[in-house]
C-alpha cells in the first residue's frame, strides 16, 4: 500500500481532478489505518465527483470503524440512494444502526440485504447479531446456522452462535461454538472472553479464569474480559482480587453499570459499606430504574446505619455485660432468699396490686420491675402448691401476654435500642416462662387448656423472635449482578467487502 500511495500520489500531480484516485488513494491509506488522512482523500473524491457511490461508501465504512455511526449512516444513506442495489450497503448500514441499539430499523436493512443476495453470510451472521440483541435467540441461531453453512469457516459466525446459546443456558453448546471460532482464529480475545463466561455460568471456575487471562493477554483493553473475571473471582469469593479487576474494567468502561454494582458487592462483602454505597448509587446513577441496584444501594445505607450505631453502644454494651453479671449475683443470693419464704396474704395483696398498675407498666421504676422479675422466680422455680392457692384470675396475670411482652421488652423501652444484645438478661425469664406447665394453673374454681397455654406460649415467642432477629435481617440481601448483554462480546462484520472498501479504477 505504501508503493500504491506514491503511485496515487503521482497520479493526482498530474491529474488533480480525478475523482477516482483520490478514492483509490483513500482506500490505500484505509487499508494503513490512517483514518483521517483516507477520510479526505473520500472528501476530495466526493466534491470532485457528487453522486460518486463508492466514495460514500467507503468514507462511510471508515466513519463506522471510528464508531461515529451516526455519520457512517447519512454515507450510507447517499451510497443507498446512488445505488439502491447495493446488497452490501444495506448490510453495513445495518450493522451501524445495530450499534446504535436501532435494532428494528437495523433488521430491515439486514432483510433487504439477504432478499438482494441470498448468499450473503455476512448478511445472515448480523442478522442473527441483530435478532440476539432482541433477545430473539432461537430465530438468531437458524441465521448463524445458515451463515455458517455458507461459510464454514466464518469465526465471527460461530462466536456469535456461542453466546445466543450462552444466553439459553445452553452453556456445553455454546462453548464448542467457541472452541471452533478459537480454532479457526486462534488469537479471538472475544471468542476467549465469551467461551470464559461459560465456564463459569457451569463453575468451572478454574477453567473459566484462564480463558478470561488469555483475552486479557490478546486484548489488555477489553474491559468485558476484566469486569468478568473479576465477577468470577466474585464467586469465588476473591473479593480484593475481583475489585482490582472490576476497577480496570471500570476504567475502560466508565459507563458500565453492572461492573458498578459488582464491585460495590466486593467492597460489601469486605463490609467496606461507604465505598460499596458509592458504588451502588453509580450504578443507580446509570441505570436509575434497575430494581437490583436499588436493592443493594438501599441494603448498604442500612448496613452503614447499623455500624454506626453499633460503634455508638459499643461501651453501652460493655457496661451492660458487667452490669448483668453483677445483677446475676444480687440475683442469685435474693432467689436463696426468696426460697425460704411463703406466700402471705400481704405478698397476694401485693399481686393485686401489680394487676391494677400493669397498665402503666412503662412508668415504673427499676424496683418495681425487680418486685415483679420476683414474683415470676416464686411462680416459676419454687413453691408449685402455693400456686395452686392462687385464685384463677392470678394465675391468668402470671401467664398474661401483655405482662410477657413487656418483661420481655422492658430494657429495649427503657434503653430504646435494638440490638440483640440488650436482651440477653432477659432470656432467663423468657425460657423460664417458656417452661411453665398447664398443671401448675388448674384448680378447683377452673382450669386452662393445653391449647390456650400453647396460644400464650406462642403469642409471647413471636413478639420476642421479631426484636430478637431485627438486627440480623439485612445483611443477607446484596445479590451480584453478574452478567449483562455487554459483556458478551459479540462480533459483527461489516460485508464481504466491508474490510476492503470498494475500489474503483477508471476505464
Given at each position: 500500500?505504501?508503493?500504491?500511495?506514491?503511485?496515487?500520489?503521482?497520479?493526482?500531480?498530474?491529474?488533480?481532478?480525478?475523482?477516482?484516485?483520490?478514492?483509490?488513494?483513500?482506500?490505500?491509506?484505509?487499508?494503513?489505518?490512517?483514518?483521517?488522512?483516507?477520510?479526505k482523500d473520500y472528501d476530495e473524491s466526493i466534491r470532485?465527483?457528487?453522486?460518486?457511490?463508492?466514495?460514500?461508501?467507503?468514507?462511510?465504512?471508515?466513519?463506522?470503524?471510528?464508531?461515529?455511526y451516526e455519520e457512517a449512516i447519512k454515507d450510507y444513506?447517499?451510497?443507498?440512494?446512488?445505488?439502491?442495489?447495493?446488497?452490501?450497503?444495506?448490510?453495513?448500514?445495518?450493522?451501524?444502526?445495530?450499534?446504535?441499539?436501532?435494532?428494528?430499523?437495523?433488521?430491515?436493512?439486514?432483510?433487504?440485504?439477504?432478499?438482494?443476495?441470498?448468499?450473503?453470510?455476512?448478511?445472515?451472521?448480523?442478522?442473527?447479531?441483530?435478532?440476539?440483541?432482541?433477545?430473539?435467540?432461537?430465530?438468531?441461531?437458524?441465521?448463524?446456522?445458515?451463515?455458517?453453512?455458507?461459510?464454514?469457516?466464518?469465526?465471527?459466525?460461530?462466536?456469535?452462535?456461542?453466546?445466543?446459546?450462552?444466553?439459553?443456558?445452553?452453556?456445553?453448546?455454546?462453548?464448542?461454538?467457541?472452541?471452533?471460532?478459537?480454532?479457526?482464529?486462534?488469537?479471538?480475545?472475544?471468542?476467549?472472553?465469551?467461551?470464559?463466561?461459560?465456564?463459569n455460568a457451569l463453575k468451572l471456575y478454574e477453567e473459566?479464569?484462564?480463558?478470561?487471562?488469555?483475552?486479557?493477554?490478546?486484548?489488555?483493553?477489553?474491559?468485558?474480559?476484566?469486569?468478568?473475571?473479576?465477577?468470577?473471582?466474585?464467586?469465588?469469593?476473591?473479593?480484593?482480587?475481583?475489585?482490582?479487576?472490576?476497577?480496570?474494567?471500570?476504567?475502560?468502561?466508565?459507563?458500565?453499570?453492572?461492573?458498578?454494582?459488582?464491585?460495590?458487592?466486593?467492597?460489601?462483602?469486605?463490609?467496606?459499606?461507604?465505598?460499596?454505597?458509592?458504588?451502588?448509587?453509580?450504578?443507580?446513577?446509570?441505570?436509575?430504574?434497575?430494581?437490583?441496584?436499588?436493592?443493594?444501594?438501599?441494603?448498604?445505607?442500612?448496613?452503614?446505619?447499623?455500624?454506626?450505631?453499633?460503634?455508638?453502644?459499643?461501651?453501652?454494651?460493655?457496661?451492660?455485660?458487667?452490669?448483668?453479671?453483677?445483677?446475676?449475683?444480687?440475683?442469685?443470693?435474693?432467689?436463696?432468699?426468696?426460697?425460704?419464704?411463703?406466700?402471705?396474704?400481704?405478698?397476694?395483696?401485693?399481686?393485686?396490686?401489680?394487676?391494677?398498675?400493669?397498665?402503666?407498666?412503662?412508668?415504673?421504676?427499676?424496683?418495681?420491675?425487680?418486685?415483679?422479675?420476683?414474683?415470676?422466680?416464686?411462680?416459676?422455680?419454687?413453691?408449685?402448691?402455693?400456686?395452686?392457692?392462687?385464685?384463677?384470675?392470678?394465675?391468668?396475670?402470671?401467664?398474661?401476654?401483655?405482662?410477657?411482652?413487656?418483661?420481655?421488652?422492658?430494657?429495649?423501652?427503657?434503653?430504646?435500642?435494638?440490638?440483640?444484645?440488650?436482651?440477653?438478661?432477659?432470656?432467663?425469664?423468657?425460657?423460664?416462662?417458656?417452661?411453665?406447665?398447664?398443671?401448675?394453673?388448674?384448680?378447683?374454681?377452673?382450669?386452662?387448656?393445653?391449647?390456650?397455654?400453647?396460644?400464650?406460649?406462642?403469642?409471647?415467642?413471636?413478639?420476642?423472635?421479631?426484636?430478637?432477629?431485627?438486627?440480623?435481617?439485612?445483611?443477607?440481601?446484596?445479590?451480584?449482578?453478574?452478567?449483562?448483554?455487554?459483556?458478551?462480546?459479540?462480533?459483527?462484520?461489516?460485508?464481504?467487502?466491508?474490510?476492503?472498501?470498494?475500489?474503483?479504477?477508471?476505464?
Amino acid at each position: 500500500y505504501e508503493e500504491a500511495i506514491k503511485d496515487f500520489d503521482e497520479s493526482i500531480r498530474l491529474d488533480p481532478n480525478n475523482a477516482t484516485t483520490y478514492n483509490n488513494r483513500g482506500f490505500a491509506k484505509n487499508e494503513l489505518k490512517r483514518y483521517e488522512e483516507a477520510i479526505k482523500d473520500y472528501d476530495e473524491s466526493i466534491r470532485l465527483e457528487p453522486n460518486n457511490a463508492a466514495a460514500y461508501y467507503n468514507r462511510g465504512i471508515i466513519k463506522n470503524e471510528l464508531k461515529h455511526y451516526e455519520e457512517a449512516i447519512k454515507d450510507y444513506d447517499k451510497s443507498i440512494s446512488l445505488d439502491p442495489n447495493d446488497t452490501i450497503a444495506y448490510n453495513n448500514r445495518g450493522s451501524a444502526k445495530n450499534e446504535l441499539k436501532c435494532y428494528e430499523e437495523a433488521l430491515k436493512d439486514l432483510d433487504k440485504s439477504i432478499s438482494l443476495n441470498s448468499n450473503n453470510a455476512t448478511a445472515y451472521n448480523n442478522r442473527g447479531l441483530t435478532k440476539s440483541n432482541l433477545k430473539r435467540y432461537e430465530e438468531a441461531i437458524k441465521d448463524l446456522d445458515e451463515a455458517i453453512r455458507l461459510e464454514p469457516n466464518n469465526t465471527t459466525a460461530y462466536n456469535n452462535r456461542g453466546l445466543a446459546k450462552n444466553y439459553l443456558k445452553r452453556y456445553e453448546e455454546a462453548i464448542k461454538d467457541f472452541d471452533k471460532s478459537i480454532s479457526l482464529e486462534p488469537n479471538n480475545a472475544t471468542a476467549y472472553n465469551n467461551r470464559g463466561t461459560a465456564k463459569n455460568a457451569l463453575k468451572l471456575y478454574e477453567e473459566g479464569l484462564k480463558d478470561l487471562d488469555k483475552s486479557i493477554s490478546l486484548d489488555p483493553n477489553n474491559a468485558a474480559a476484566y469486569h468478568n473475571r473479576g465477577t468470577a473471582k466474585n464467586d469465588l469469593e476473591h473479593y480484593e482480587e475481583a475489585i482490582k479487576d472490576l476497577d480496570k474494567s471500570i476504567s475502560l468502561d466508565p459507563n458500565n453499570a453492572t461492573a458498578y454494582n459488582n464491585r460495590g458487592f466486593a467492597k460489601n462483602e469486605l463490609k467496606r459499606y461507604e465505598e460499596a454505597n458509592k458504588d451502588y448509587n453509580e450504578a443507580v446513577r446509570l441505570e436509575p430504574n434497575n430494581a437490583l441496584y436499588l436493592q443493594n444501594k438501599f441494603v448498604t445505607e442500612q448496613l452503614i446505619r447499623d455500624r454506626a450505631r453499633d460503634e455508638e453502644n459499643q461501651k453501652f454494651r460493655d457496661n451492660l455485660e458487667e452490669q448483668y453479671e453483677k445483677r446475676k449475683q444480687e440475683l442469685e443470693e435474693q432467689y436463696r432468699t426468696i426460697g425460704r419464704l411463703k406466700i402471705t396474704d400481704g405478698f397476694l395483696k401485693n399481686v393485686n396490686e401489680f394487676k391494677a398498675a400493669k397498665d402503666r407498666f412503662l412508668k415504673w421504676t427499676l424496683g418495681v420491675a425487680l418486685t415483679i422479675f420476683i414474683l415470676i422466680i416464686i411462680v416459676v422455680f419454687f413453691d408449685i402448691d402455693s400456686v395452686k392457692n392462687l385464685k384463677l384470675y392470678e394465675r391468668y396475670l402470671l401467664l398474661s401476654p401483655i405482662l410477657f411482652v413487656e418483661f420481655i421488652l422492658y430494657s429495649g423501652y427503657v434503653r430504646n435500642r435494638n440490638l440483640e444484645t440488650f436482651y440477653k438478661h432477659n432470656l432467663t425469664v423468657g425460657n423460664s416462662l417458656f417452661e411453665i406447665r398447664s398443671e401448675f394453673f388448674k384448680g378447683s374454681d377452673g382450669n386452662i387448656s393445653d391449647n390456650e397455654l400453647g396460644e400464650y406460649r406462642k403469642f409471647g415467642l413471636i413478639q420476642y423472635e421479631k426484636l430478637y432477629e431485627q438486627p440480623r435481617l439485612l445483611s443477607k440481601h446484596s445479590l451480584l449482578a453478574k452478567y449483562n448483554d455487554k459483556e458478551l462480546n459479540y462480533r459483527s462484520s461489516q460485508g464481504n467487502d466491508s474490510n476492503q472498501p470498494k475500489e474503483e479504477s477508471k476505464k
